[in-house]
């Protein structure tokens, strides 16, 4: 068993999809049972692939395990599934007769070439069609009765468990907002903290910044004596350009303070350029007030309430906004920092968990795509504007020509 070469099961599936043959279409539930991942020898060379495929398939069906091998009870299920009767009166021995007949190597299992051996002599082709139509269903469950009621335990099971997540979002939404609004961030930034702390560089088929040759060690023998040593991140940083995982984590965190800092003062420099347009805050007042003037010419008797600064339970109300934004930004900074320093491998989430490796795929999928989309509308409303030549808010600001519009230089 140590020489079977054992092949991937989405490679196997891949397979027997590009064959087209409707014998041929696998359950990715069955595909993955230990028959379909190796090759066979053949008891009969007159056997087909569709022949094996059907064997194969029946086996697998058996093996509701998938550990490659019939214990007695699965080899009772078998028999039933083939319609076999084993309990004749008279013969209540039959069962165990009958198994270790198909063991032939006496280990108390049944591999699939002792099955492929015993069974394609004694079934018929009705009989292997009639066990191949049933078909394995979800959560490992077949169209045996037997299956159904596992199924209907496991429908419970998941409704149990799904209210139970649902109350536990609820319950913890105060961690659990902040935790995946960090983890989106350090999405963020992984490819950025992979540039700075990994080597060599990948882009496409190309390698950039590779310190190894071909055989896998250093090309610089005084970077291969100093592996281990600080000596080598000092060669690294000044060699390759590669960062220590301490410093490319601050790096990346004041990277991202800088990225913030830079959107809000663009943010307030528009802000203060609309504040301090006496025209632009001329037609807010007068579009306001033609709003209330509608409303009580209709009928709707609206009186516009005028006062002199804010009261304490407005101050108290935009002091409780700000405190709670406030703690909330504390709470993600803290928990993207420390899984910015949990993160010591290119990949956020361990590749060996498909789960957490397809959602990290889904994820940064997204995020590429939706850089690429608001890239191009950016692009595409900037044209726009420069097209319809729109004011901009900065332009009184940049150029004094633009200052003309002003309503003090009016005659």
Not at 300 to 319: C, N
Request: charged share 20%.
């Amino acid at each position: 068993m140590a020489d079977v070469e054992w092949k991937d099961w989405r490679i196997v599936a891949r397979e027997y999809n590009k064959k087209g043959s409707p014998w041929a279409e696998l359950p990715d539930k069955l595909v993955q049972n230990k028959v379909f991942l190796r090759d066979w020898d053949l008891p009969d060379p007159s056997m087909g692939d569709e022949q094996l495929f059907k064997m194969q398939q029946l086996f697998a069906i058996a093996d509701t395990a998938n550990v490659g091998y019939l214990g007695r009870n699965q080899f009772k299920g078998l028999l039933d599934l083939l319609g076999v009767d084993y309990q004749k009166p008279g013969q209540e021995d039959q069962l165990e007769k009958m198994f270790i007949d198909m063991d032939s190597d006496g280990n108390g299992q049944i591999e699939f070439d002792e099955f492929l051996a015993a069974m394609w002599d004694s079934l018929d082709e009705e009989q292997l069609e009639a066990a191949n139509s049933v078909k394995p269903g979800l959560m490992g469950t077949s169209s045996w009765k037997r299956g159904s009621i596992v199924w209907s335990a496991n429908s419970c099971i998941i409704i149990c468990v799904v209210g139970m997540g649902i109350a536990l979002v609820v319950v913890f939404e105060f961690i659990l907002v902040p935790l995946t609004t960090a983890y989106f961030f350090v999405f963020l930034a992984a490819p950025f903290m992979n540039f700075f702390e990994f080597r060599p560089i990948e882009c496409s088929d190309k390698k950039m910044c590779d310190p190894y040759d071909e055989d896998g060690n250093f090309k610089s023998a005084s970077r291969a004596q100093a592996d281990g040593t600080p000596k080598a991140s000092l060669i690294d940083c000044f060699t390759l350009g590669q960062m220590p995982h301490g410093l490319a984590c601050l790096a990346v965190i004041f990277g991202a303070f800088g990225v913030l800092f830079a959107i809000v003062y663009m943010i307030y420099l528009n802000v203060k350029d609309f504040a301090d347009d006496p025209k632009f805050q001329q037609d807010l007042d007068d579009y306001i007030d033609d709003i209330y003037s509608d409303l009580n010419d209709s009928g709707m008797k609206i009186v516009s309430e005028v006062k002199d600064g804010y009261s304490m339970d407005e101050l108290m109300g935009y002091v409780n906004m700000f405190s709670g934004f406030l703690n909330q930004s504390v709470l993600v900074l803290l928990l993207f920092s420390y899984l910015l320093a949990e993160k010591v491998a290119p990949l956020v989430f361990d590749p060996r968990n498909e789960v957490l490796y397809e959602i990290e795929g889904q994820v940064m999928y997204y995020i590429v795509l939706k850089t690429a989309i608001s890239l191009l509308t950016g692009i595409v409303v900037g044209t726009i504007l420069l097209i319809c030549q729109v004011k901009l808010p900065s332009c009184s600001a940049c150029s004094p020509s633009c200052s003309t519009s002003s309503p003090t230089s009016a005659p």
